[in-house]
C-alpha cells in the first residue's frame, strides 16, 4: 500500500472519531494527516510528509484549543432560589423536609445531618428537584 493511503486512512478513522468527541482537536490531527497523505501523493520524502502534517497538526491544535476557550460558556450562575426562606410542613423520619415554596411543596435535605431543625430554613442549593436547606441563611 502507497503511504498517502496510509496517510489519508488514518486521517479518515481521525476524523471518523472526531464525530464521536465533538473537540475539534482530532479533526485538527486528522486534517494534518491528510495533509501528510497529500505531500507523500505529490512525492515528498518521509521527513517532509512529517514536517508537514507536524506544522499542520501544531496550528490546527493551537486554532482548536484558541476556538474553545474563545467560545467557552460563563459559568453558571446561582439558582434563583438560592437564599429564600422556604416554610417546612413536615419532617420525615428518613431525615427529609416537605418544604413550601412558590406556592408547591418541595422534597428537601438538610445541608448536613446536625442541622437544626427549624420551621423557617433556607435554600442554600439545588439538586435537580430536591432543595437542601440550612437553618441560616447565605
Not at 496510509?6 to 478513522?13: D, E, K, S
Not at 482537536?25 to 508537514?52: C, K, N, S
Not at 467557552?72 to 419532617?91: C, I, L
Request: hydrophobic share 55%; glycine share 8%; net charge neutral.
Amino acid at each position: 500500500m502507497a503511504a498517502y493511503w496510509i496517510w489519508w486512512v488514518l486521517a479518515g478513522v481521525l476524523v471518523a472519531a472526531e464525530l464521536l468527541t465533538g473537540t475539534f482537536y482530532l479533526l485538527a490531527v486528522g486534517v494534518a494527516f491528510a495533509v501528510g497523505g497529500l505531500a507523500a501523493w505529490l512525492g515528498a520524502g518521509t521527513a517532509v510528509q512529517l514536517l508537514a502534517a507536524a506544522v499542520v497538526a501544531t496550528a490546527g491544535v493551537f486554532v482548536a484549543h484558541r476556538w474553545r476557550t474563545t467560545r467557552a460558556s460563563a459559568p453558571a450562575e446561582a439558582p434563583y432560589d438560592v437564599g429564600q426562606a422556604v416554610q417546612v410542613r413536615a419532617w420525615q423520619p428518613d431525615g427529609t423536609a416537605r418544604v413550601s415554596h412558590r406556592g408547591t411543596l418541595w422534597s428537601a435535605v438538610p445541608v448536613a445531618p446536625d442541622t437544626p431543625r427549624a420551621d423557617t430554613m433556607y435554600i442554600v442549593a439545588v439538586r435537580g428537584s430536591t432543595l437542601v436547606i440550612d437553618d441560616r441563611q447565605p
